[in-house]
C-alpha cells in the first residue's frame, strides 16, 4: 500500500500532529487495563478544557462526529418532544433528520446559507415555542464556513429548554466556552482543529443535561450509545460496554497533548491568523468570499474566478501539487470552493503552497 | 506518553499484526480522495473474501462490533417485527437488548453457558412462529468460548425468515462461510481474530437482506448506521454520508491484507492448532475447562484452580510479566479466565509465554 502525501486543505480531515502519528505506534493496550484507563482519564480531562467546562459526563463517543450529533439527539429527545433547530447548512439539516429520526416535531428557523443566524431569532422561535425541550444549532458550519453566535443562547439557561451545540469545525480553531455560554450538550469532532484522524466524537453534557437523561421515561433507541451505560464504563463503575477504539483514542490523547501545549488561546490566533492571509489573498486571486457574515478562519468558502472549472483545478492540485481543497456543497457546488487550514494544517506554509499552486493553475 | 508493552491473551483486542501498526504511519487522505476510495473499496473486496460471500453491500461500519449489531439491527428490523434471539452468553443477552430497542417483540431460545445452541431448537422455535421476520445467533460467544452450529440454520432460505449471524470472535478464526450457510446479515469486529485494533465492525448483507432494507415503511432509527446512506458512499454513486475513519481502514486493510496473504485455511489452522497446546495444556496446572461443548480454540475459558486469586494472579501477569488474559463473566466472574489467541497474539509463542509466567504463580 502506497499512499501520496497530501496537504489537507479540505472541510476536514486535516493533516494530523507528527506527535498524533507516533501516539498510532504505541503498544496495543486492552480496554480495561489500568494503564489505559489512566490515558482515558486524562483524555477526558483534556477534553473538558478545550470544551471550556467542568462537566463530569465529557467522553469520546466511539464514532465519527455524525455518531457524537447522534447520541446527544437519542439521548435527550423522547418521541414527541418539540426541538427547535436553527439551520444555515447541511449539518443543521442533518439535525434535523437525526431529530426526527429520534421521535422529534422539529422547529426550523432557517437562515440563507452563507448568513449567520440571528441568534435573536432562535430565542423568538424559542419564545413562541417554550414547551421546546431542546434548541440545537451549529457552531461553525462546515458546509458554508459561517460562524453562529452562540452566546447569546446562555438566556436559555433561565428556561427548562437544553441547548445542544454542534462544534465539530469549531473545537480548538475558534473560541468556544461550553460552560459559559450556559450549553447543556455539545459534541465535536477529531479531524478538524484538533489534528487528529477522523474515528471519534467528544461530547460533554451539563448537569441538567445528565438529569434528563437519567429521567427519561424510557431507555434511549440506541444501545451503542445510551449514555447511561458509556458514563458506567468511562465513569468510576468502568463497567465493560463495548471495546474502545483503543488505537483511537491514544490518538486523541496526542492531540489533545499539542492543542493544551500550544495553547487555546495561541492555537485559536494562529488559526485566525492564517485564515486572515488565505482570506486577505484569495480576492486577489478572482475568488469571492461565499461566507459575508462571520467568516470562519479555519474553513474559507469562496465562489471560483470566471472561468475556471472546478473538477479540473481540483484535479490538478492533487494530483500535480499534492494539496486537497474541498468542493462546494449546495448552491456552491461545481463553483465554489470550501479551503480548510485546521489542525496542524493551519500554518502560513499552507497558505503560500496554496497560492503558489493556484498561481500556476488559474 | 509512555506504554508498557502487553502480550494481548484476552477476549479481545488481541496484538495487532506489525504491518497493521505500520499502516497507521501512513499519509492521512480525503474521504473523497480517489486514493483512499480505492483502498476502501479493496478493503470491501477483502472483506467478502474473509466472510465468504460475494454480497455487494459489504462494508466496515465506522464503530466497533456493538455498532455493527446495532446496524444489522435497526435496518432489519421495524417496530412491532418478531425476532427469534439464540442466546447463549452475553452478546446473545446483548442482541435481545438492542434487537427490543428497534421495536422487535423477542422471542428467546436459551441454553446454558458453557453449552452450544442446538440448531434444531432454533429451527423449532421458528416452526412455532413462522411470521418471525429475523432469527439471529451468535456463531463464537465471547463471554463463554463456545461455538454455535450456524450451517443447519441454512433451512431458513425457505423461508421468509432472515439469518443474522454475531461473527465477532469467530471471522479468520475458525471456518465461516456467509453464503454457504445462507447468511442474510453478518457483522464482526477489527480487534479479534484479523489483528486490527478496535473501532471498525465489518457487515454483510446479501440481496434479500437488502430488499428487506429497501422495502422499510420507514426510515432507520438511526441515520448514522442507515444502511441506504452509507451504501450511496461506499457503492458507486459516492455520496457523502460521515466522514469515513480514515486510518483505521488502513488498519483493517492492512491486516485483511495479512490474512489473506498467510490463507484464510492456514489462518484457520493456526488458530486451531496454538488453542489445542493451550486447550491441552491447562488441565495439566489444574484449570478445568467451561466450555464443554464446541469449545472454540481462539477463546479458551477455563475454571481456575481451586485456591488462585483471580484478580491478584491477573494483575502479577500484567505487571510482571506483560500478559493480559480476560476475567471470566457471569459465573465465570472472580473463578475463572478467558484466554485468547486471536490474530496475532495466536502463535506457538503466545502458549509458551503464558504457561511458562503461570508456572511461577499458580
Redo the contacts between chains.
Keep these: ?1 502506497t ?4 496537504l ?1 486543505m ?1 472541510p ?2 486535516s ?2 500532529y507528527p506527535e498524533v ?1 507516533v ?9 480495561l ?1 489500568p ?1 489505559f484507563l489512566h ?1 482515558l482519564d486524562e483524555t477526558c480531562a483534556r477534553l473538558r478544557t478545550v470544551f471550556g467546562t467542568t462537566n463530569a459526563l465529557t467522553l469520546p463517543i ?6 457524537g ?2 447520541a446527544c439527539f437519542v439521548n435527550l429527545v423522547e418521541p414527541g418532544d418539540t426541538v427547535i433547530v436553527g439551520v444555515n447548512g447541511v449539518f443543521g439539516e ?1 439535525m434535523c ?2 431529530a426526527r ?2 421521535g422529534a416535531e422539529v422547529l426550523r428557523v432557517d437562515a440563507a446559507w452563507g448568513e449567520a443566524i440571528d441568534p435573536q431569532r432562535l430565542l423568538d422561535a424559542h419564545a413562541a415555542a417554550p414547551h421546546a425541550r431542546l434548541l440545537a444549532v451549529v457552531h461553525a458550519e462546515t458546509s458554508t464556513g459561517v460562524e453562529n453566535h452562540i452566546e447569546p443562547l446562555r438566556a436559555l439557561q433561565a428556561t427548562d429548554t437544553l441547548l445542544l451545540v454542534d462544534t465539530v469545525t469549531s473545537l480548538a480553531g475558534i473560541p468556544l466556552d461550553v460552560d459559559g455560554w450556559g450549553i447543556d450538550a455539545v459534541y465535536s ?1 477529531t ?1 478538524k482543529c484538533l489534528g487528529v ?3 471519534l466524537s467528544p461530547v460533554s453534557f451539563s448537569a441538567r443535561a445528565v438529569d434528563r437523561i437519567r429521567g427519561r421515561s424510557q ?6 450509545l445510551d449514555l447511561g451505560l458509556l458514563a458506567d464504563y468511562v465513569g468510576t463503575a468502568r463497567r465493560y ?8 483514542l ?2 486523541l ?2 492531540g489533545l ?1 499539542v492543542v493544551l501545549e500550544e495553547g487555546l488561546d495561541a492555537a485559536h490566533a494562529r488559526h485566525r491568523h492564517v485564515g486572515g492571509l488565505l482570506q486577505d489573498a484569495l480576492p486577489e486571486m478572482g475568488f469571492r468570499p461565499f461566507a459575508l457574515d462571520r467568516p470562519l478562519p479555519q474553513l474559507t468558502s469562496v465562489w471560483l474566478p470566471e472561468g475556471v472549472d472546478d473538477a479540473k483545478v481540483r484535479a490538478e492540485l ?1 494530483v500535480r501539487f499534492g494539496i ?1 481543497v ?1 468542493g462546494g456543497l449546495g448552491e456552491l457546488a461545481g463553483k465554489g470552493w470550501r479551503i480548510g487550514l485546521m489542525g496542524h494544517s493551519a500554518r502560513e506554509r499552507s497558505v503560500t503552497t496554496l497560492l503558489g499552486a493556484l498561481a500556476t493553475l488559474v
Excluded at 466511539?62 to 455518531?67: D, V
Excluded at 431507555?219 to 451503542?224: D, G, K, L, R, V
Design positions: 500500500m499512499i501520496p502525501d497530501r489537507l479540505g476536514g480531515p493533516n494530523p502519528v501516539a498510532f505506534t504505541q503498544p496495543l493496550l486492552g480496554h487495563d494503564e490515558i466511539s464514532g465519527t462526529g455524525s455518531a450529533m447522534e442533518r433528520e437525526v429520526r429520534a469532532g479531524q484522524p477522523p474515528g431507555p434511549a433507541q440506541s444501545w451503542y460496554h463495548h471495546t474502545a477504539p483503543i488505537s483511537m491514544y490518538a490523547h496526542a497533548g492533487r486537497e474541498g
